[in-house]
Structures are given as C-alpha cells and as structure tokens.
C-alpha cells in the first residue's frame, strides 16, 4: 500500500496542470488465477484482495490512456481438485506488483459539460487493452516432505510480460469525483505464477484476473467549450 501512495503523490504535481483531462484514482477488489495449481478455470475459493492506483488521460471523448500499478494476492491448492491431484497436496501463495500501460475505447463516451458550461452526468461502458510488467513470488508448500526438493524449480522465473484485457463501466457522478466497476483479465508469458511449471503443465502459461470498485479524482482547471447557439 505504501508504494502505490507514494507513486499517486509522485503523479499529482502533472495532474494539476491537466485542465481536467487527468484522473488520479484508486482501486479495490478481488483477484484470482489459473494455473498449475487450479483444476478448474476459476477456483472461487482462492479469491485474495487487490488494490492499487492508475492515472488516466483523457485523449479525447471517447480514447483514453490508462496507467495502473497494482499490488494483489493469489492462491491455488491441490485441495480444490479431484482424483489424483487431490492426493498431491501441492499449494502456493504469490502477491504480485503489476504496472500497466492501457488504451481504453468508450463507444459512448461525451463531454462532460454541457454548450452552457454545466457539469452533466455521464454513464460511460468501455473497454481496454494494452501492456504491462508483473513481479511475483510465489511460495511452494507440500505435504509429502518427498517432494520438497523440487522447489522451487531451477529456472523459475519471478518476472513476466503481460497483455491486460479489460472491460468496464465508470459514472461521473459529481464534477471532480467518479467511480467506476472493473473486470481485468491478464495473459501472462510465464507459467511461474504458482511457482510450478516442470512439475506441472509445462505447456501453459498462467494467467490472472483482477475485479473491483475504482474512484478517480479530476484534477486542474475547468475549461468548458461554450457553444451558444444563435439565430
């Protein structure tokens, strides 16, 4: 938590000269993963807390350029699954530090003033994509003490490139303050996630979704484009 306020304090110098095309915000929810460890695409029971902080530009109505860092929390167990997985009794739990850049696309998107100045309210559906870095480290537990020396795996890998594919919905409620609801999803190029890889599905990369609430503050002068009609 004390890295992502100390990157909003770092972004709040530029967000105040932004003429209200900059959002400083922050976020909260839940995340989960699929890997080696999840027998099922989503084990509803391993869902952890996520949380961060983004800076979103405003290009125009309907383009917007996103930066998110986030801190999250995920866990699989051998104990979700069945047959002989069950029996392994493999487990992992990872926190993971992600920066993201995303271009995101509002179909409906619009000024938020009105031709006479007005702050109207909007209701905005969008979706994104873009690119990001995510660092993990994850811990092994096993039950058999056989298996400790398998981990972790001489070529883990604790840092990966990923593809974040978004999709959600913000309200400007008031004229500096908005919230907003988010579902991301985050192909990853690494199959270390959890820590296994060999000793698991070696064909697959790992990958993990993060869900929650946004609330984002406008910063900067108000400079609404008047546009009085006349006869």
Known sequence: MKRILLYALMLMPLASFAQQKVELGFFGGFANYQGDLVENPIAISETKFSYGGFLRYHIDNKIKLRGNFMHAF???????????????????DADLLEATLIGEFHPFGKERYGSTGIFERRISPYLGMGLGM????????????????LFPESNEKTTSLSIPI?????ADLFEFFSLGLEVGWRATFNDY???????????????????????????????????????
């Open 74 to 92: 995920i866990s699989g167990s051998d104990a979700n699954a069945s047959g002989d997985l069950k029996d392994r009794g493999w487990s992992f």
């Open 134 to 149: 995510v660092n993990f480290r994850p811990k092994v537990s096993v039950t058999n003490p056989d298996d400790a020396f």
């Open 166 to 170: 978004v999709v959600g919905m913000r």
């Open 193 to 231: 996630l959890d820590g296994v890889s060999k000793n698991g599905r070696d064909d697959r990369n790992d990958w993990y979704v993060l869900a929650g609430f946004t609330a984002s503050f406008f910063f900067g002068r108000v400079e609404p484009d008047y546009n009085f009609e006349t006869n």
